[in-house]
């Protein structure tokens, strides 16, 4: 690791991941996939745009693409809900997943949000359920799913898209169980040591990598595009040779060992 690396605190990389000007997921649909079909709804209420989702082909193959979207301005961040979804985003995305798993299309995620919609409304129409819902039946996808933490990973969230059975990060992201914010906030009573929790929280994708959380961590360069298309292409050819119920039963082992402790 560089000097320079080193030199870069976990705060840093909270900003670097919240900064307006990373890409989207537009951007990345649009270097990564060609063909890409808007899918909208979630056939029980309303459409949520914090979360966008479709069909498109990558490098020749069909597939499925879900994420969250922020705005690169206020107004656009207004628009999306500055990419915090309502129960009625995790919905669309599960519809779309098991619409993918029936045509046997592989799923991508792209992970980047502050946190699920905290909203009273969101808790009316069933946030909490929604999100265990995504959780349990991503466990149970009989088709592969390749998640990417591209900015901010934060609590169920981000979660409810990435339970996959490769999650990597961007070498700027984080992936944590709360902003640093609120971790200072419930630990300290006092948000303002958001640098310090970002610390102690461990959620950098290098921290992350170390402890076996994530699988790869991509770097930001002119390349990165190009690296994520390659890294996506190689992983999608070798998980496309197992079958539903080895993709099940992997993926399982696989956050089954998260935390787990070794005794020495």
Do not use: C
């Not at 209420?45 to 879900?66: C, H, K, N, Q």
Request: charged fraction near 30%.
């Amino acid at each position: 690791m560089s000097t320079e690396e080193t030199a870069i605190t976990a705060y840093d990389r909270v900003k670097k991941a919240r900064d307006k000007a990373r890409p989207s997921i537009i951007d990345y649909i649009e270097h990564l996939f060609e063909n890409f079909i808007e899918l909208k709804g979630d056939r029980l209420y309303r459409e949520d745009g914090s979360i966008l989702g479709g069909i498109a082909e990558f490098r020749g193959m069909p597939v499925t693409v879900i994420g969250h979207r922020k705005g690169k301005t206020t107004e656009e961040n207004i628009r999306v809900n500055f990419g915090m979804a309502s129960p009625e985003g995790y919905r669309k995305a599960l519809r779309l997943m098991k619409q993918a798993e029936k045509f046997k299309r592989p799923v991508i995620t792209i992970i980047d949000t502050p946190g699920a919609y905290p909203g009273v409304d969101a808790e009316n129409h069933g946030q909490s359920a929604a999100i265990a819902e995504n959780l349990a039946a991503m466990s149970e996808l009989r088709t592969p799913v390749i998640a990417i933490v591209t900015g901010e990973g934060s609590s169920g969230g981000a979660l409810a898209l990435a339970v996959a059975d490769r999650v990597w990060m961007l070498e700027n992201a984080v992936y944590s169980i709360l902003s640093p914010e609120g971790f200072a906030s419930i630990l300290w009573k006092d948000g303002t040591r958001a640098a310090e929790a970002s610390e102690l929280m461990k959620i950098t994708a290098q921290d992350l990598y170390r402890f076996g959380i994530i699988d790869e961590i991509i770097p930001e360069d002119e390349r990165m595009y190009e690296r994520i298309g390659d890294a996506v292409e190689k992983n999608l050819r070798e998980l496309r040779k197992l079958d539903g119920a080895n993709l099940v039963s992997r993926r399982y082992k696989k956050f089954r060992k998260i935390g787990r402790l070794k005794h020495e």
